[in-house]
């Protein structure tokens, strides 16, 4: 009896340890199921995100004649902005380098005195400095006596004329006057529907038709009031509630937050700022004020070159790449730019080895980019994107060329452009020699393009050079890479995205540089077509804000054209000299 009972315990154990490695089993084989099923199932098709369509028209308002003042004449300066700051770390100065190194304009920076003595403002009869910037204002009109006579009779006499910024703190009183001004300050408020005033003489990049809607970030915003002749609002809003501001009407009337004194109090034009450039449209109102204040000598003309590359055609996995209907969204979105930006086409770089190597539907999408390749311009990529750089053998490396070659002979693929791109821009620069002979004898390659040179980062360092009669220029990002695929995946949320387009970084490059040649891929323009969206949007956003003048042309002539813009940069920096080259790039500038 003894031995039965131990016989079933026994049993009943195995029977346990069986039922636990089943259900150990079970969840397992669920796990892996469900996995699987994730990776591979269709995503969710979620609606497309719509870009911008059009400007706020109801918002539209007929211009009435702007006031005519003459333009400053600071012939007698050099073309160069002395900037005085509190600290050389702080964000607005930052903000405003950027802007001056972007655009390419020499400047100085100095500590804003107290009571020490202002830089030497001339040398041999001539004025050193074409415009005066301060961080802070109340610095200006808190010199002493001797300082301050000193600099304005300098603006006088050469000029010149004064941007200045205002920014409140709790510190700050909420109603006070300006001293030795006829102007008003009322500062911490909330503010919202930011308004360009028409009239504002400065205008010259900014459109004044449109309206920002809703409230302005932040409480700490200063306006400006006024009854002396002197000043023009240039950007007005109203308060966010129904605050009330000593000596000035109800809560809905329009308040100044930027104003222009026209130099009718003293002889001294100047802009005030009553906040930060941390918003948008302060950035643009600053670079029109730098055109306006040295009558138009620190200033790009309004023409802006656009050259959209899609890299990486046929490449991609499955699920990342162009379909049927995406090549029709491409060629639609395309003629739609066409009637905003005169001679747009896309720029397409390619790598036949992956051609068909997509999905069923990838591969028609494929045949459809063929089929219309005459609609598009087109450009090498590297048979199988492949990093030029890692080739030390010219003729391995012209092979490969050759077989792309052979494969657009086979497809009818137009290869008369003259440009290319290097995956990953491998070869460009830091200079790989083999690259260059290769493009060369192979395409005839005139013109290519590059992020690296001298330095990936800042982007605004970026500059071109000519090597061994080839044109490399500089690209630009626009934040999308292979990886950004879907709008309401983007990195940080799909506002970073409209961020980017609407004021932020993407609007200033196109803002801050004649020229913009832009990285795209292939994956940008499938599954979301952000590709679609973001120079949709783009465009329509210039266009609504700006009065620049967009407009593409092949990479041939558009190297002519910066080469014009820029003709110091033709020699490359190892060629004239090294002092502006680093350890890191003077030990890699020959071949790797």
């Not at 028409?198 to 449109?210: C, F, I, S």
């Not at 000596?247 to 104003?259: F, G």
């Not at 795209?520 to 956003?541: A, I």
Request: charged share 20%.
């Amino acid at each position: 009896m003894v031995k039965f009972w131990k016989f079933v315990r026994s049993f009943r154990q195995l029977e346990l340890h069986r039922l636990i490695l089943m259900l150990m089993v079970f969840s397992l084989v669920s796990m892996c199921l469900l996995a699987y099923y994730v990776t591979n199932s269709p995503k969710i098709k979620e609606a497309l995100p719509l870009p911008i369509s059009d400007c706020n028209n109801q918002h539209r308002v007929s211009q009435p004649p702007r006031r005519h003042t003459p333009l400053l004449d600071s012939s007698r300066t050099d073309p160069m902005v002395l900037i005085f700051a509190e600290s050389i770390y702080s964000q607005l100065i930052q903000e405003i380098v950027t802007i001056l190194e972007s655009s390419r304009f020499k400047y100085r920076t100095e500590i804003a005195p107290g009571k020490g003595d202002v830089p030497t403002l001339t040398e041999k009869g001539r004025g050193r400095f074409a415009l005066i910037v301060y961080e802070n204002i109340l610095k200006y009109v808190n010199l002493d006596a001797w300082n301050r006579e000193l600099l304005d009779k300098y603006c006088v006499e050469y000029g010149v004329g004064i941007i200045g910024f205002f920014k409140a703190n709790e510190n700050s009183l909420l109603s006070a006057q300006l001293k030795g001004f006829p102007l008003f300050l009322h500062s911490n408020l909330g503010l919202k529907d930011y308004h360009i005033n028409p009239n504002a003489p400065l205008l010259y990049v900014t459109r004044a038709n449109q309206v920002e809607q809703g409230p302005l970030p932040g409480d700490d915003w200063t306006v400006f009031q006024s009854n002396h002749s002197t000043y023009e609002p240039v950007l007005l809003a109203s308060t966010k509630s129904a605050e009330y501001i000593p000596h000035l009407s109800t809560h809905k009337a329009l308040h100044a937050t930027v104003i222009q004194d026209l130099g009718l109090h003293d002889g001294i034009q100047r802009v005030f700022f009553g906040n930060t450039l941390n918003f948008w449209l302060h950035k643009l109102i600053f670079v029109d004020a730098i055109a306006y204040l040295t009558g138009k000598r620190l200033c790009l003309s309004l023409d802006r070159y656009l050259l959209v590359d899609i890299d990486d055609i046929f490449v991609g996995k499955e699920g990342t790449r162009m379909k049927v209907l995406d090549v029709k969204a491409l060629l639609l979105s395309q003629n739609k730019l066409r009637t905003l930006v005169p001679n747009f086409t896309f720029n397409l770089g390619f790598s036949g080895k992956f051609y068909h190597t997509g999905a069923s539907e990838e591969d028609a999408g494929d045949d459809m980019l063929l089929k219309h390749r005459n609609e598009f311009w087109w450009f090498p990529h590297m048979w199988s994107h492949m990093q030029p750089h890692l080739f030390h053998n010219e003729t391995v490396l012209a092979d490969q060329m050759k077989l792309n070659n052979q494969f657009a002979l086979d497809h009818g693929i137009p290869t008369n452009m003259g440009y290319a791109v290097a995956p990953h821009h491998s070869g460009v620069y830091p200079v790989h020699t083999q690259l260059y002979k290769a493009w060369k004898s192979i395409w005839g390659i005139k013109v290519t393009s590059t992020e690296e040179y001298p330095h990936l980062k800042p982007a605004r360092y970026r500059r071109g050079f000519i090597h061994n009669g080839i044109r490399v220029l500089p690209r630009q990002t626009c934040g999308l890479f292979t990886h950004t695929i879907f709008y309401n995946e983007y990195p940080g949320g799909s506002k970073e995205l409209d961020k980017s387009i609407q004021g932020g970084e993407l609007f200033l490059t196109v803002l801050l540089n004649p020229i913009s040649i832009f990285m795209t891929h292939l994956s940008n323009y499938g599954n979301d077509r952000l590709g679609l969206y973001t120079f949709e949007s783009l465009v329509k956003f210039v266009q609504c804000w700006t009065n620049l003048k967009l407009q593409t042309l092949p990479p041939v002539e558009l190297a002519a054209k910066y080469f014009e813009l820029f003709p110091e940069e033709k020699d490359p920096l190892w060629q004239v000299g090294t002092s502006h080259l680093d350890s890191e790039f003077l030990s890699s500038v020959t071949d790797r």
